[in-house]
């Protein structure tokens, strides 16, 4: 009858060590990133009362009960939005691990910020541990504020070095200059011939100045030319006539079937020849031809100085015109806003370009020329701008790639030459950007970290690794949500795929922390329980007390 007093004992030590683990999961309801425990039971042993090989059964007694483990419930808990830039949750298996001293351990509780060394730390002073690309460095010009690398991405490996991770406050991304600018757009090749004058060479002009009458004969020929394209009898000569006083007379002719011009015995007294001599000529046509088409652009870019600045590009239809497809005389000027105009200055016009209609100043940085060749389908023969200098870089401008038969697209994803579509139409890309001051960090799903900049550039700063290990039920508890990894647990690792690549195997959120996962209404009912397990063990011991009181009675 004594076991029955000792078998209370053990179920009602038992049962108050589980009312210890449920009080303690009601505690931390609210902790964030607890897991909660359970606790097991288990028969201590059995005393075997008879042994037999012809009973049926085996005839044993159980000697009591104790905790045989406090389990760890590793269900998800539910993930709460913050406010918080640094506030992580896992969504998912996994752990987040810190450094506390000299000892790796291991928390889901995401709730970290910048401390006075701007390195992420939980409340308690831990650091997570993360891979860093090591991007930002001190700005020597500038103490206090850092500069930033541009990292695309980081990649994790399962023997990757984990560090503390540096989240400075104040950081910039140094501009990087523009090299390459494409620029889409149709030059349309359309013709119109429209009212021109232009100068007729002072080498087809003939004078003669008679002294004594005061006269002059003028005359001369046009010659088509590349300027003067299509000269017709009765296209107006207009000849102007100057003494080196700078008095100026004009007299107007028409070209004959011969395109020939001349004028006898023009009048030239009010010039003065005698003391005001020699007289010049010059002359102009006033002609009908076909009028050039001219197309201007802009595209922005970052000059070699980090700064903004364009490319100013100027296409010019070239005539006469080839029999087949056209030919584009092309300039391209890189051009930097140099300062507001002021007209008391003067700019020299090779290096600066004078908009007065827009009060600015440009500075010329380079000025390259060159012409480009079109079939007449309007693709892309040949292009011969050479590649232009902002100011310490190279830029290339790329306008499309010549025609190729073996290469789809070619010679039209470019400039083009199609009468059906407007010249206004145009379109450009261009790498590199301005300089940028640090707004803020974002993470994402795979935990990386990303510094982000004013100019719109984002730079991989960091990546939080997501550890598991072969038996979280065997891993340390060591207070504050932490815990050690052991040799029931195993060494943390991270997952990798066939090809040896680290897959988290979980997503991580920012601005959300995870909240504990214990249910209040399963705690309760497991408190009720708890105390009417231990009512019986307790009632149990005081059975077997009065039992044994009966039998101390009957032998009085």
Request: glycine share 8%; hydrophobic share 35%.
């Amino acid at each position: 009858m004594n076991r029955s007093f000792y078998n209370g004992v053990s179920g009602s030590k038992t049962y108050m060590t589980g009312m210890d683990t449920v009080a303690n999961n009601i505690a931390n309801v609210n902790t964030t990133g607890y897991k909660g425990k359970e606790a097991e039971f288990a028969t201590i042993f059995s005393q075997t009362l008879d042994e037999s090989s012809t009973l049926p059964t085996s005839s044993q007694v159980g000697l009591g009960s104790r905790i045989n483990a406090t389990s760890l419930n590793l269900d998800q808990g539910s993930l709460i939005g913050t406010d918080g830039m640094f506030d992580f949750a896992i969504a998912g298996d996994g752990w987040f691990a810190v450094k506390n001293g000299i000892e790796t351990l291991y928390t889901r509780n995401g709730a970290f910020n910048t401390d006075a060394a701007n390195y992420l730390v939980d409340e308690n002073g831990s650091y997570l541990l993360g891979v860093s690309t090591h991007a930002f460095t001190p700005d020597p010009a500038n103490p206090g504020i850092y500069k930033s690398l541009p990292f695309d991405n980081i990649a994790l490996t399962p023997d990757a070095t984990t560090e503390k991770i540096f989240l400075p406050s104040l950081a910039t991304i140094p501009a990087k200059p523009t090299e390459n600018v494409t620029f889409k757009a149709n030059l349309n090749p359309s013709l119109k011939n429209g009212n021109v004058t232009l100068d007729i060479p002072p080498k087809s002009l003939t004078l003669t100045t008679d002294m004594s009458t005061e006269t002059a004969t003028i005359s001369g020929d046009v010659v088509p030319s590349a300027t003067i394209l299509d000269p017709k009898p009765g296209d107006s000569v207009v000849i102007t006539l100057s003494n080196i006083a700078g008095q100026k007379m004009q007299i107007a002719t028409t070209l004959d079937n011969a395109l020939h011009f001349q004028i006898t015995d023009a009048d030239i007294s009010t010039l003065d020849p005698a003391t005001q001599g020699p007289i010049t000529a010059t002359a102009k046509l006033l002609s009908q031809q076909p009028i050039p088409n001219i197309a201007h652009f802009q595209a922005p870019i970052i000059a070699g100085n980090g700064e903004k600045g364009f490319i100013d590009m100027t296409f010019t239809q070239h005539l006469p015109a080839p029999q087949v497809g056209t030919v584009w005389d092309a300039k391209a000027e890189v051009l930097q806003f140099e300062e507001p105009y002021d007209a008391s200055k003067t700019y020299d016009p090779v290096q600066f370009l004078v908009d007065e209609k827009a009060k600015k100043v440009y500075k010329r940085l380079d000025v390259q020329t060159g012409s480009l060749t079109f079939d007449a389908t309007g693709a892309l023969l040949q292009n011969t701008i050479p590649p232009l200098s902002s100011g310490g870089a190279t830029l290339q401008l790329h306008l499309g790639t010549p025609y190729d038969p073996a290469n789809p697209n070619s010679g039209y994803d470019g400039l083009t030459t199609f009468t059906n579509l407007p010249t206004a139409s145009h379109a450009e890309t261009h790498d590199g950007y301005e300089k940028g001051d640090l707004r803020g960090y974002s993470a994402a799903d795979d935990g990386t970290i990303y510094a982000n900049f004013s100019n719109g550039k984002s730079s991989a700063v960091a990546r939080i690794p997501i550890y598991h290990f072969i038996n979280d039920q065997g891993l340390g508890s060591e207070g504050g949500v932490y815990f050690s990894s052991t040799s029931n647990s195993g060494k943390a690792f991270m997952y990798t795929d066939s090809s040896g690549d680290v897959i988290q195997g979980a997503k991580l959120h920012s601005f959300a922390l995870e909240s504990s996962n214990v249910s209040l209404n399963h705690a309760l009912t497991e408190m009720i329980v708890m105390q009417k397990a231990f009512d019986a063990n307790a009632k149990s011991i005081t059975t077997s007390d009065q039992m044994i009181q009966k039998a101390i009675n009957m032998k009085k």
